[in-house]
């Protein structure tokens, strides 16, 4: 039998958290991968010669951590990485002024960047195509007035870029940013901005996505960069004229 108490400990460390600490380890020294069965609370119970209620604590604890999906009448298995749990830590880091949306925006430009330039090294073809296709349907909309669909063709652009870097970190980062930042601002979807800035906006994008479509890593970077720039300094206006009316942001301040 296993024993936990041969493991360091301090005194704050529960049982349970010794349990969940002894279920990472296991699944790093079996080689676990998303999808794979991990032992029953009844197994690691024996295993280990410790209660069932620590056992399922630590089965929890984990399941909230998006590491363990738990349902009734089957084994445990490890899930795939989630934006879920790191956009709730985000959230509370916001929400308690741990960092503000400066700094939240100021990562995000960082990862993107780098994101841009990854895409233009690595997108394929088909991914290529997607770009082009949702560059028109974002000028298209922008046309029509129809602010929900400019901002959906807006941010595919930004998840398609994540995927297209072949770093899958970017994917899980952005999605994770993006939520709790935009929950904590306050979203109005009525457009609060000039047909300039908003034409500049879909020129913006147009030219990241013309330099990653033609292997311009440098250029996308540049211009993902500037991107962001002429955002963050849009949102500073907005914000000015938020504080003399109501307190809430435009989601066009916010690179999407």
């Known amino acids: 039998m296993t024993t936990l108490l041969s493991v360091p400990t301090s005194p704050r460390v529960t049982l349970s958290a010794q349990v969940a600490r002894h279920l990472l380890d296991l699944i790093s020294r079996d080689n676990l991968k998303p999808g794979d069965a991990v032992p029953s609370e009844v197994q690691i119970c024996k295993q280990l010669g410790v209660s069932r209620g620590s056992v399922r604590e630590a089965y929890r604890t984990l399941a909230a951590l998006g590491i363990l999906e738990i349902e009734s009448g089957r084994r445990p298995r490890l899930q795939p990485m989630s934006a879920h749990v790191l956009a709730q830590v985000f959230g509370y880091a916001l929400n308690t ?13 960082a990862i993107e960047v780098q994101g841009a330039q990854l895409a ?20 298209s909309a922008h046309g029509d007035r129809d602010h929900a669909r400019r901002m959906a063709a807006d941010m595919a652009i930004h998840t398609t870029l994540a995927e297209a870097s072949l770093n899958p970190l970017n994917s899980l980062l952005l999605a994770a940013l993006r939520e709790p930042l935009e929950q904590l601002m306050h979203i109005d979807l009525g457009n609060r901005r000039s047909e300039s800035e908003l034409r500049r906006i879909v020129d913006a994008h147009e030219a990241i996505v ?26 500073s206006r907005v914000e000015a ?13 916010i690179p999407s």
């Open 241 to 253: 004229m938020a504080a003399s009316e109501v307190p809430t942001l435009n989601a066009d301040s």
């Open 120 to 139: 233009a090294r690595h997108a394929n073809e088909a991914q290529k195509r997607c770009l082009q296709e949702l560059i028109q349907q974002m000028r």
């Open 210 to 235: 013309e330099r990653v479509c033609t292997g311009d890593a440098v250029g996308a970077g540049a211009a993902m960069a500037m991107h962001f720039d002429l955002s963050v300094a849009s949102m």
């Open 97 to 109: 002024a741990q960092v503000n949306p400066t700094h939240v925006i100021e990562t995000r430009r």
